[in-house]
Every structure is written in C-alpha cells, then in structure tokens.
C-alpha cells in the first residue's frame, strides 16, 4: 500500500521531470536509487503484497510487480506504458512483467505501452485479486500473508529468490552499464520532444 498524496493515484511511476531536461548532478543518483528499490523489493526474503489503490502506470506498475501478489482496487489503471513516453521500459522492467504475465501478453503490453482497467488487469494476470476498497485490499493482503504462516520460511524464501536468481544477479553485475544506458538514452533530443509532448498532453488534460 503506498501512501500517496493523491486518493486515486498509487505512483504515477517515475518523476517525468527528472528525465525531462536532465539535471546532470542528480540524474546518477536518481537512477541509482530507482535500482536499489527494485534490488530491495524484487530481492526482499520477505513475502510481500500490493495493495494497489490508485492508478499505477509506468515506475507505479513496476513497484507492483516486484510484489508476489497484487491485489487491486476497482476502476484503477496499470500497466507499463513507457513506449506511450516515446522511452523504452527497461530490461529488468521487462523481466518483472514476465514473472507476472505470459510473453505474448507482455510483447502486446510493452509494445503499445497499453494501460489495463483493473478487471483487465485481472483477466490478464497482471493482477491477481480485486478488491471492492482499500480495507478489503488490506484483509485481502493479510489473507493472502497468513497462508505463508504453515510454509517453512527458509524453504520459501530461498525458493523465491531462487526464482528471481537471474533477474536480480542481471542487476547487481550491470547496475553501471543500465546507468549508462539511462543516461545516454534520456540524453537524445528526439526522446526529449517525446517527453515534451508527454508532459503538454497532461497538462493539457488537465486544463480540460
Ligand atoms: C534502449 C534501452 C532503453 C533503456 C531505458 C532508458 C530509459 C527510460 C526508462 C524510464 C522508465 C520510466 C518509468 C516511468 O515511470 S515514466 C512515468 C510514467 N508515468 C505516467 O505516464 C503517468 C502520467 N500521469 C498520469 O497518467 C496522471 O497524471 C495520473 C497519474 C493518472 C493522475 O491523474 P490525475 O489525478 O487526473 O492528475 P493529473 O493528470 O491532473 O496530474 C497532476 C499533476 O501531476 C503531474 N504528473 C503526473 N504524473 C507525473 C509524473 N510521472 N511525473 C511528473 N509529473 C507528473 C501532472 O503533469 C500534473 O502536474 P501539474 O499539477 O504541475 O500540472
């Protein structure tokens, strides 16, 4: 459950103006610290949950998918949208769609940048519950937690890790090189004209 300033939103996934005309004196710490949340969540030893109670695109779908289970409440949308960004959901982004969706499914995904209806979300797999509010995603949350209560936790939890074992070495072997690829890729003026017009169409949404 991620406490947010605004109601309907979970994240809104990454600050669009840190990558907007990059500052380079925060641009390393930034993406380094975005790594280190994935390292830490993705790779927790602990059984861990979403309560996703807002909107989720992009950085927001992404904290999500780092969870075993996601539970989420009605008429919300998720998904990682960055092709909409004109910029590419990178590998390790991919990798945590693919432990939660078939490839098919996430080829169409990432490709259209499509954002899903929780009942979509759910048809998918992209989710695994919906809750009809936020208390019932907290008891929908703490049921789906009890049941590890009769499992061996080292069994279990070396049998998670197990699983994500190649994603998470990926990340701790490359974390210099993604930087780089972030940092250069964000550098092109042609993906800054595609932020550009990304943050005009929300403000210009907003105006409406
Ligand atoms: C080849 C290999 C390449 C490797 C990869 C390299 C690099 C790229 C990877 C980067 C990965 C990026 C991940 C991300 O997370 S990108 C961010 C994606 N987020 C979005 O698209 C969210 C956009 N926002 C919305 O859809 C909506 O705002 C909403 C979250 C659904 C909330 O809607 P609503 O309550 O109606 O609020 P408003 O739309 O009116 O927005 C309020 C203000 O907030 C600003 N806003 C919203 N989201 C963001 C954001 N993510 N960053 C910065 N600012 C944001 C919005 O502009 C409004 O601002 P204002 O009040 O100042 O006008």
Known sequence: MSQQSSPTVFSAGLDIMEMYKPKPDRVKEFWTTLQDVWLALYGSSFPTVAAINGHSPAGGCLLSLCCEYRIMCPNYSIGLNETKLGIV?????????????????????????????TDEALKIGLIDEVASDKAD?????????????????????????????????WMQENKELDLNIFISFVGQPIVQKSLEKYLEGLKAKQAK
């Open 137 to 169: 995603a907290i008891a929908k949350s703490e049921k789906f937690l009890s049941q590890f209560a009769k499992i061996h936790p080292i069994a279990r939890k070396l049998t998670k890790l197990n699983l994500r074992h190649s994603a998470l070495e």
């Open 89 to 117: 959901a990178p590998k390790w982004f991919m990798s945590s769609m693919l432990g939660a969706i078939p490839y098919r499914e996430a080829e169409l995904a990432l490709t259209s940048g499509r954002m899903f209806s």
